[in-house]
């Protein structure tokens, strides 16, 4: 994962420094209070037990520049800790500052500072589900519920179930789809290899089937990550076929209308496009 799977919050750092256009507003100490994050992949520490290759995160007040302006402070200190720790630091998609007006009674213990770790959710991405043997709806179910059970991914969203007309390969039946929205602090290769494993725990043996197109008991397809682009012998993301299937698209944009689909386009505006041609048919929900 490009950011790390966990975060290091220091809150509510107390310092005290001078800033100011004017003269008279730089003749005297003023309080600042810190909040810093850091993301960080700790899992090295963890399986061994080793504090070295967590995150120090002293502050050095001494490394502080003497900015005139409150704004300043915001970019430049991410920068400064990230160096001192020995991070490299990413600017952030957004960065935010905020005047407290409560008062000191009101705030934390004087003096005091909370550091919080906590894990965190970093990427959205889309799975496709289809299954046209046996106990289809059943099949679905147990789909979602063992993503949902696996670490590191959390469902968030679930689309509507649609009846289709399978696409290509030999006659066979029916399918049931869905397209189900998960929060996920895995990688792109770990979230395949999740549902693969979950195909496999439900009955599916991708090195049993004769056809390509052929039916089968459960299908999971990785559709979009994030807003990564992949071309691996085995994994492209987004879903090479994605812009071709309505029976995808339309649960996709029931859920998450208008994503953007990297090199694709939002899911709406595919989906419009597909359905002058294709038929979709509601077959029900998860409820």
């Known amino acids: 994962m490009e950011h790390g ?51 120090d995160y002293p502050v050095r007040p001494s490394s502080c520049s ?17 160096s001192t720790c020995g991070f490299a630091s990413r600017r952030p998609k957004r960065l935010s500052r ?8 009101r705030c934390r213990a004087p003096g005091t ?26 099949n679905l179910r147990q789909a979602i519920r063992a993503l949902d059970a696996t670490p590191g991914i959390e469902v968030k969203q679930v689309s509507m179930i649609y009846e289709t007309e399978p696409v290509g390969g030999p006659d066979q039946p029916d399918y049931l789809n869905a397209v189900v929205e998960i929060d996920t602090q895995l990688g792109h290769r770990a979230i395949f290899d999740a549902c693969m494993t979950i195909e496999h725990a439900l009955g599916r ?8 197109w052929g039916p089968r008991v459960i299908d999971l397809d990785l559709l979009t990550c994030g807003d ?15 812009a071709e299937r309505a029976f995808v698209l339309v649960p996709f944009s029931e ?9 694709l386009g939002k899911v709406h505006e595919l989906e419009e496009r597909l359905l002058v041609t294709h038929t979709v048919k509601p077959a029900g929900t998860f409820s």
């Open 5 to 55: 799977t966990d975060l290091v919050e220091i809150r509510g750092l107390k310092l005290r420094g001078r800033h100011g256009v004017t003269e008279e507003e730089r003749s005297a100490d003023q309080p600042f209070m810190i909040n810093l994050a850091a993301r960080l992949d700790a899992r090295a520490a963890a399986k061994r037990d080793d504090l070295s290759s967590t995150l």
């Open 66 to 82: 003497k900015p005139s302006l409150i704004a300043s402070p915001a970019p430049s200190c991410p920068t400064r800790a990230c």
């Open 98 to 105: 905020k005047r407290s007006r409560r008062s000191p009674s």
């Open 113 to 138: 500072t909370s550091t919080r770790w906590k894990t965190c959710a970093d990427m959205r991405a889309f799975i496709g589900l289809g299954s046209n043997l046996g106990e289809r709806e059943a």
């Open 205 to 212: 043996d991708r090195s049993a089937e004769k056809e390509h």
């Open 228 to 242: 990564l682009m992949v071309s691996d012998p085995d994994l492209e993301i987004p879903h090479p076929r994605l």
């Open 255 to 263: 859920i998450a209308p208008y994503i953007d689909i990297p090199g």
